[in-house]
């Protein structure tokens, strides 16, 4: 129940990570997903990132890239356009107030108990 529970709240906050994750510079898939494990947050298949990807491509909040490699596959790199910076300031500040409300919360109840 613990790891369906935290696929749920990675699900509701992924576009943001992955928004984070960019502010640095630009990546591609494979980068991201292996950042986000390496913060701790398990591993990120292709069939939930990419969909994200596109959908942040959708709405302008990043640019995508195809470049070709000299071996192996090409990669498609993604980079913040300056609506992604935005609505990463927007939306991590929402999500901060949203992470203390629910922390106020969950405190009241542990004083509860």
């Not at 071996?71 to 913040?80: A, E, K, S, V």
């Amino acid at each position: 129940m613990a790891t369906d529970r935290r696929a749920s709240w990675l699900k509701g906050v992924l576009d943001l990570l992955v928004l984070s994750c960019l502010t640095e510079g630009e990546s591609y898939g494979y980068e991201l997903a292996k950042r986000l494990d390496e913060a701790g947050l398990g591993q990120i298949k292709g069939g939930t990132l990419y969909p994200v990807l596109n959908r942040l491509e959708e709405a302008g909040l990043v640019e995508a890239e195809f470049r070709a490699a000299e071996r192996g596959p090409g990669r498609r790199y993604y980079r913040l356009t300056p609506d992604g910076r935005r609505a990463l300031r927007e939306q991590g500040a929402a999500w901060r107030e949203f992470h203390r409300t629910v922390g106020h919360v969950l405190d009241q109840g542990d004083r509860d108990t």
